[in-house]
């Protein structure tokens, strides 16, 4: 992303299993900028998680996670916490961690312990060495800052609002529209797209979050990394076995040598 003057965004998208095989390189060259991924769902692997993280990363467009929170309870949602983080981990996020907030039966909970379950989980994201945020709707991000503006204050939010000017709430990320199939270059079905004020891969590089020094200049997870070098070591492999046999014969060639000679 370019560092951001006041006012000004940047187009992104968000995607889970749902958009199925997506081009990433025409997503660039349609100018996203960013693209914010499901990674799991309760304790659950986003299948398309993976894929996604190496093809944007191929296309040179900075990520995000996000992690759909199915638990009611703090208990709960610190372990689901634990698991989106195993699901990051070796990824380069050079955009936020989220946490996805919109069941029903967690919006049924008092105001209090709505505000008590997310922070659960975002605590438990921040102490790992990310970047948190809160996703949530516009009606439900206005209740909580109604209800608990300082404790809502203390985290970056994305907040959801389709079919309108503006997000209504300040906020980093504004999830302002889902697409018509086929409207975002590279992606065949609905896409929901956003719009991002701040320059995350600045702020999140400059406060030495997300583990970014971890995947540094090579842009790939630790487990393209570990087939890579396991690829490497039985290349390795065959050449020495190769070279083996050729000094082999040449020892043949040698000894056949010297019994005519």
């Known amino acids: 992303l370019p560092h951001l003057r006041e006012g000004t965004a940047v187009k992104g998208i968000d995607v889970s299993q749902w958009q199925g095989e997506i081009d990433w390189a025409a997503v660039k060259a349609g100018g996203v900028a960013f693209a914010m991924l499901r990674a799991s769902v309760g304790t659950a692997a986003d299948s398309r998680f993976a894929q996604y993280a190496a093809g944007a990363a191929s296309a040179g467009i900075p990520i995000g996670a996000y992690h759909y929170l199915t638990s009611t309870t703090a208990a709960g949602a610190k372990r689901e916490a634990a698991?989106?983080?195993?699901?990051?981990?070796g990824k380069r996020l050079e955009c936020p961690a989220v946490l996805d907030l919109e069941e029903p039966n967690q919006l049924a909970l008092p105001d209090g312990e709505l505000m008590s379950l997310a922070e659960a989980f975002l605590a438990a994201v921040e102490e790992a060495g990310y970047y948190a945020m809160l996703y949530a709707s516009l009606s439900t991000l206005q209740r909580l800052q109604g209800a608990v503006?300082?404790?809502?204050?203390?985290?970056?939010?994305?907040?959801?609002?389709?079919?309108?000017?503006?997000?209504?709430?300040?906020?980093?990320?504004?999830?302002?529209?889902?697409?018509?199939?086929?409207?975002?270059?590279?992606?065949?079905?609905?896409?929901?797209?956003?719009?991002?004020?701040?320059?995350?891969?600045?702020?999140?590089?400059?406060?030495?979050?997300?583990?970014?020094?971890?995947?540094?200049?090579?842009?790939?997870?630790?487990?393209?990394?570990?087939?890579?070098?396991?690829?490497?070591?039985?290349?390795?492999?065959?050449?020495?076995?190769?070279?083996?046999?050729?000094?082999?014969?040449?020892?043949?060639?040698?000894?056949?040598?010297?019994?005519?000679?």
């Open 83 to 89: 698991f989106f983080l195993s699901q990051l981990a």
């Open 149 to 261: 503006p300082e404790r809502l204050a203390r985290y970056d939010l994305w907040c959801a609002r389709w079919g309108a000017g503006e997000p209504g709430i300040s906020c980093g990320i504004w999830q302002y529209e889902v697409s018509k199939a086929g409207a975002v270059p590279g992606v065949s079905t609905d896409c929901d797209r956003d719009l991002a004020y701040k320059d995350y891969p600045f702020l999140i590089q400059a406060a030495g979050l997300n583990h970014l020094e971890e995947t540094e200049d090579t842009g790939k997870d630790l487990a393209a990394l570990r087939q890579e070098l396991l690829e490497t070591k039985a290349q390795l492999t065959q050449v020495q076995a190769e070279k083996e046999d050729i000094l082999r014969r040449l020892r043949a060639l040698v000894e056949e040598y010297g019994e005519t000679k």
